[in-house]
């Protein structure tokens, strides 16, 4: 396998957990290339670019999902200000709902990632960007307005973030 064709993979499914769930058969060989931390790195930021840029325009799970997972795999504090940045400039509508997004924040979503952006961002130790976060989370649960059916969810929503500070 090529450089190339291992970027290619990596920008197809993102991060070895999509390799792992989606069963590509070329995960082995994509990690016994050893590639560079930073050149997975600069990888993982042009996938993470694409994930932003289509929950810009709609909301859809799997970017959300994409997006977390990278950050969870990478933990590189630029993808985390990027994601946050993004998600701080989002305009709320019909496509894209408050809901969803405060879902991946708290990493509620049916992921098999133990933690939410919330999360990462209080483990960068950069606590301006945490409480930044935090701020708008807050905020963001508070305007959630759902049908009987989620209530229960927003109400955990509410819960989960009392336990941060």
Known sequence: ??????????????????????????????????????KLEEWAAEYLKDCIDKISIKETRDNYSSANLVIAEHHSRGNLKAFIDMLQKLKFGDEITPYATCYSILG??????????????????????????????????EKIQVEDDKKQAVDEMKELLSYYK
Request: proline fraction near 1%; aromatic fraction near 12%; glycine fraction near 4%.
């Open 1 to 38: 396998m090529t450089r190339e064709e291992a970027k290619r993979i990596y920008l197809k499914n993102g991060c070895s957990a999509f390799f792992l769930a989606r069963g590509e058969d070329r995960y082995e060989e994509f990690r016994e290339m050893h590639i560079p931390k930073e």
């Open 108 to 141: 509620m979503r049916n992921l098999k990632v133990n933690c939410g952006i919330l999360d990462y961002a209080k483990e960068s130790k950069d606590e301006e960007l945490y409480r930044s976060l935090l701020k708008f989370t807050r905020t963001l649960v």
